[in-house]
């Protein structure tokens, strides 16, 4: 990564144009042509310097429901487990611990339901079922944004 992936990834997480062409007006700004700026962009993806792209909303003010899940995982199902987890839309992200819970994961869900049938689903093709469900009582948002 070079100081001009640096300055592309600065501009994405902190203004990203909300036009037709987002990708030419960050080339522009940098002197680029907009085909570089996508390459770049593509290699930092394929690298998993970027995760995503996209907005984010206020889940619960559109009616969804969230929650943090931890689980026990035996070390051999590790790999099937997060297959599992990583495949659903609802899962935002998921990381592991050195605890006994050692994978935690996020949910969000068009509804408790949905959320519920997730959760059974996961234990049910996993063999996971030491699942913790711990949905928020308080919350609390932070604007993380990293200095390029």
Known sequence: MDAMDRQILQILQDEFPLIPAPFQAVAGRLGLGEAEV???VRKLKEAGVIRRIGATFN???LGFVS???A???PAERLASFTAVVNASPFVTHNYRRDHE???WFTVIAPSAAAREN???EVKEQTGVTDILDLPAV???KIDARFAM
């Open 71 to 73: 689980a026990r995982v």
């Open 101 to 103: 819970y050692n994978v």
């Open 67 to 69: 929650t943090l899940c």
């Open 59 to 61: 889940s619960r003010a």
């Open 138 to 140: 308080r919350t609390f």
């Open 38 to 40: 996508l390459d770049r």
């Open 118 to 120: 997730f959760l059974r």
